[in-house]
């Protein structure tokens, strides 16, 4: 930080009460240099007496043009640093947020790789022709969200659904557990990010959206539970 020197004025006062001084002393006693000890001895009186107050006076102000001085400066150094906590603070909670934002990305992106396995699935009987997997369910379960609509196969496949312990019945619960921590997720991540549009809310709601119907279907999840997932995106930024 840059430091302010004393006034100059006061270094020319200074040095003007000195040489007037000098001035005075040789109008008053002549000019001519003695050899008389005690004539320098008058001299240094003279000089001494004369200066001595007005130059000290001189220090005093320019002490106190210091300390005001030091003052200012460290007020103004007290505000800049103060400043610059507030931004390393708001730097701190912007960093934070990034990295909640990246963890929770991180894990509803493990959550969709974990759900595109399960519906990769194989569930229908073995030596069925073509096979039929888990995906094509949800297919079916969108397409044919009109019970009177649903064909044979999604019928039955509902019904291995819903009994509990067969291999069809884990799939679906497993889904479901990965759904509903899912859904979890977002839901604390839209109220993270209430003022702005996310185009991530929108991408995984829509994932979900694919096998919420199904999962209504298994007796998984409720129909509001449904509504809710396909809505979530719907007043987002």
Not at 109 to 131: F, Y
């Amino acid at each position: 930080m840059k430091h302010s020197s004393p006034p100059k004025w006061i270094l020319v006062v200074g040095l003007g009460a000195i040489i007037l001084t000098f001035l005075l002393y040789g109008l008053s006693f002549g000019p001519h240099l003695s050899n008389n000890q005690s004539t320098w001895a008058a001299f240094g009186a003279f000089f001494g007496g004369l200066l001595s107050p007005f130059l000290a006076f001189l220090a005093i102000v320019m002490l106190y043009h210091t300390l005001v001085t030091q003052l200012s400066e460290f007020r103004a150094s007290v505000a800049h640093l103060s400043k610059t906590a507030e931004v390393a603070a708001q730097d701190l909670e912007l960093s934070k947020g990034q990295n909640l934002d990246n963890e929770t990305l991180a894990v509803l992106a493990n959550g969709e790789r974990q759900v595109s396995e399960l519906l990769n699935q194989i569930v229908s009987r073995r030596g069925t022709d073509p096979e039929i997997r888990m995906f094509h369910m949800c297919l079916e379960a969108r397409r044919a969200a009109n019970p009177l609509a649903r064909s044979d196969s999604y019928t039955e496949f509902i019904s291995m659904a819903r009994a509990e312990g067969s291999v069809v019945w884990s799939y679906a619960f497993a889904l479901h557990e990965i759904v509903d921590g899912m859904v979890a997720v977002l839901k604390d991540y839209r109220a993270r990010h209430s003022t702005q549009f996310s185009p991530a809310i929108l991408y995984y709601q829509k994932r979900l959206v694919a096998v919420a119907q199904l999962l209504t279907d298994a007796e998984f999840i409720s129909d509001d539970e449904r509504i809710e997932i396909a809505t979530m995106a719907d007043h987002h930024g």
